[in-house]
């Protein structure tokens, strides 16, 4: 009966450092991603994470707005959809602090995904579903606070503050 022989005590040491340098490497990735993705909002309001596709019902009934049937030729604010790496998409600014009275016009420029306006409150009217090229408006009839995301998308999140 042939035996294999055992490894050096040299050799397994070396075998031992280079899995304990590729483990370092590998948990220094890790929690290097972990912030790569950047804040996706707090558990408040529009900023809840949910899967793909899934509706949030929030309603809110002394919100108000009007899609516009024709897109206005020069619009008060402008939220552009980019494409973003990391989140997929990006509404910017996600953000926006408007008047009573305000158009605001969504621009699809992500040439990779489809994205959608959909509001928390589902008694107020969501966008379709699109690709780069598309423009949407709505002007906003009473003050509140307007969440909203993609629903294509968890943590593509937006919000517009309307005062009176």
């Known amino acids: 009966m042939s035996l294999l022989p055992l490894p050096a005590a040299s050799e397994r040491a070396r075998g031992s450092r280079w899995a304990l340098g590729l ?3 590998l948990v220094t990735f ?30 809110n009934s002394t919100l108000s707005l009007a ?8 619009p ?4 552009i959809i980019y494409h973003n790496v990391n989140t997929v ?6 953000s926006l602090t408007v ?10 420029t ?7 306006v959909w509001w928390v409150d589902q008694e107020l009217i969501n966008s ?3 690709g780069s090229g598309f423009k949407w408006a709505v002007k906003f009839k009473a003050p509140g606070v307007y969440d909203y995301y993609c629903t294509l998308h968890p943590g593509m999140l937006g919000r517009v503050v309307v005062t009176g």
């Open 128 to 130: 379709p579903t699109e």
């Open 76 to 79: 008060d604010y402008k939220v």
């Open 89 to 94: 998409g990006e509404f910017v600014p996600e």
């Open 67 to 74: 899609v516009l049937p024709k897109l206005p030729a020069h």
């Open 110 to 116: 992500d040439q990779y995904d489809q994205h959608n």
């Open 99 to 108: 008047p009573v009275g305000s158009t605001v016009e969504w621009i699809w």
């Open 30 to 59: 890790i929690v290097a991603g972990c912030g790569a993705f950047g804040d996706v909002g707090q558990p408040t309001d529009a900023h809840i994470l949910t899967a793909p596709g899934t509706q949030i019902r929030q309603r």
């Open 23 to 25: 483990l370092a490497v």
